[in-house]
């Protein structure tokens, strides 16, 4: 039987800070309670729903984990949150005359091109949109969707989640930075075969793991032992490696070009298990016919601009990189894929390796 308590947002934030800090003394201050304050909202909104939502851990670090039950409530008490925050936020935007927005993700690795399309969109049913761009790391772009902070947003080589449903925009092959006189140098392209002596350079996992983790299980398939990653934060840092250790860098083709220097190379990534796909992300329910516009619009653009490349395209021995880069007409590319409820809104309108120190 239900217990009929009154539970606030304040309560809510409460779980989903004990959830996340699994600590009462900084879940207590995280929110600006007290710990018999996160106690009590705690106790209550464990006696609302019935059951435990936590347990008591026998970590150093944790005086508490969330059990099962608390995990799947506590990923609906972020979107509950995330609602209401965004209907307040609405609110004010109507009262100072803003009718319509949409809250678009991204990273500081998101193709510029892509950037500038997504700020010059205007939707004729639609008038006076807002467009607000919000940056994370790649690896958090996921959660703020799914949570409701974004509509949608702009992600490489995401996890699939039940959750989430993606419309691939581009996918392309990796760019390899080398040095000028490596062995290389001779190939229009290459493989990780072809690397499998040469020092990788790749981003801090944190950044991206999908990413990365697709890289060291794409050598542990192949049987290469990588035996030394150099980690780095942007492509400039990437091509500083390279020059001074002599690696090879896995950059996107627009990161390899911006930071590239005269004594580097660039030679693209031949591995068609490896390779960046870039999607645009929203939520599996979501039936909003702005989202819907908006998607439909996105796609057009790039359509138009020459850059929507929704599947890989076969590899060929000759001119690799433009067939990638510079999709045609004539390309076979496969059909777009959109979130079912936003489908139907459309269709109703018009391996271990050693770390080596840098």
Request: charged share 25%; with cysteine.
């Amino acid at each position: 039987m239900r217990h009929h308590i009154s539970l606030g947002l304040d309560d809510l934030r409460t779980v989903v800070a004990l959830a996340e800090e699994l600590n009462y003394h900084r879940a207590a201050h995280r929110v600006g309670k007290t710990q018999s304050g996160v106690t009590r909202a705690v106790a209550r909104v464990e006696k609302h729903v019935g059951t435990r939502l936590f347990e008591r851990s026998h970590s150093k670090n944790h005086s508490v984990s969330t059990t099962d039950a608390g995990i799947h409530y506590v990923a609906r008490a972020r979107l509950a949150i995330a609602h209401s925050e965004n209907a307040e936020l609405a609110a004010r935007e109507t009262l100072h005359g803003v009718s319509h927005q949409i809250n678009v993700g991204k990273s500081v690795f998101t193709d510029r091109r892509l950037l500038t399309i997504l700020r010059s969109i205007e939707l004729p049913l639609h008038p006076g949109l807002v467009v607000r761009l919000h940056t994370r790391s790649p690896a958090e772009l996921p959660s703020c969707v799914r949570n409701g902070e974004f509509d949608v947003a702009i992600v490489s080589n995401s996890v699939e989640d039940s959750l989430l449903s993606g419309t691939a925009i581009r996918c392309v092959p990796f760019t390899v930075v080398l040095p000028e006189r490596h062995t290389c140098a001779t190939k229009d392209y290459v493989t990780l075969a072809d690397l499998s002596s040469t020092p990788w350079v790749l981003f801090e996992r944190h950044l991206h793991p999908a990413l990365y983790d697709s890289f060291l299980n794409r050598a542990n398939q192949l049987g290469i032992k990588v035996d030394c990653i150099h980690h780095i934060a942007d492509a400039e840092e990437a091509c500083e490696i390279v020059r001074l250790y002599g690696g090879a860098a896995f950059l996107s083709p627009q990161g390899a070009e911006r930071a590239a220097t005269d004594d580097v190379i660039l030679r693209t990534l031949a591995e068609k298990q490896v390779y960046l796909k870039t999607q645009i992300l929203a939520r599996s329910e979501n039936a909003s016919k702005l989202v819907a516009e908006f998607v439909r619009t996105f796609v057009k653009r790039l359509k138009q601009a020459g850059l929507y490349q929704p599947a890989p395209l076969e590899f060929a021995a000759v001119d690799v990189q433009r067939a990638f880069e510079f999709p045609t007409k004539d390309s076979q590319l496969s059909t777009q894929v959109l979130p079912a409820p936003l489908e139907q809104q459309l269709r109703s309108e018009p391996s271990k390796a050693k770390v080596c120190a840098a």
